[in-house]
């Protein structure tokens, strides 16, 4: 029986050695191709190496923009955030709301959970995180959850995996329409008035 499981490991490591030598003179790109071309054939798709588009300027992009935070051991909120460098208190929330989703699996959120985070990554303070939070759902980077919780949109975590590619995220940018503006702007006046101190008539 040893002899049978030596003999059975002596040929994979010649099959290994082979494929090997094989793929030797081909490009990154390329090897890649048939490493997913073989994995298909047997049905290892979920085990897809995760490729940094910097191994060869021919990898499509949509293979370095897939989520490559597997555990939250990879990546602490601080370097997530210096990674996807956000350039607003919508989109830090946007980037927060990712890490609690994909780090966390914290799924949906309340501002407590926002805050703590934030804090936890080092970052300025919220002067409103309420309202930031509130501002990231018109903008349609999230959305609403049970029990007025919030989680992270489609289109929000497309946006955040793009970053810090400013182009690649505006292309992903949700896009709220004329109307939904115009409904948002006239709740908030109509929650303004409600907040007046209304003077009894003399």
Do not use: W
Not at 42 to 55: K, L, N, T, W
Request: aromatic residues 8%; contains cysteine.
């Amino acid at each position: 029986m040893a002899e049978q499981e030596q003999t059975n490991d002596q040929s994979i490591y010649a099959v290994v050695d082979k494929v090997i030598q094989d793929l030797l003179p081909f490009d990154p790109y390329s090897r890649l191709r048939v490493y997913r071309t073989v994995g298909t054939f047997f049905g290892f798709e979920d085990s897809y190496p995760r490729v940094a588009r910097s191994v060869d300027s021919r990898i499509p992009e949509k293979i370095s923009r897939e989520p490559q935070f597997s555990s939250s051991e990879e990546l602490t909120p601080k370097e997530f955030l210096l990674r996807k460098q956000p350039n607003t208190n919508v989109e830090r929330v946007a980037c927060l709301a990712y890490y609690l989703a994909h780090h966390r699996d914290v799924h949906q959120f309340k501002t407590i959970d926002i805050n703590k985070l934030n804090t936890e990554a080092a970052q300025t303070k919220l002067s409103n995180a309420s309202y930031a939070i509130h501002d990231a759902v018109r903008a349609g980077y999230l959305a609403a959850a049970t029990k007025g919780m919030k989680q992270l949109s489609a289109q929000g975590e497309q946006y955040v995996n793009a970053l810090p590619d400013r182009d690649a995220a505006k292309a992903v940018k949700p896009r709220t329409s004329k109307r939904s503006r115009r409904k948002v702007r006239m709740n908030r006046a109509e929650s303004d008035h409600d907040q007046e101190q209304v003077k009894p008539n003399e």
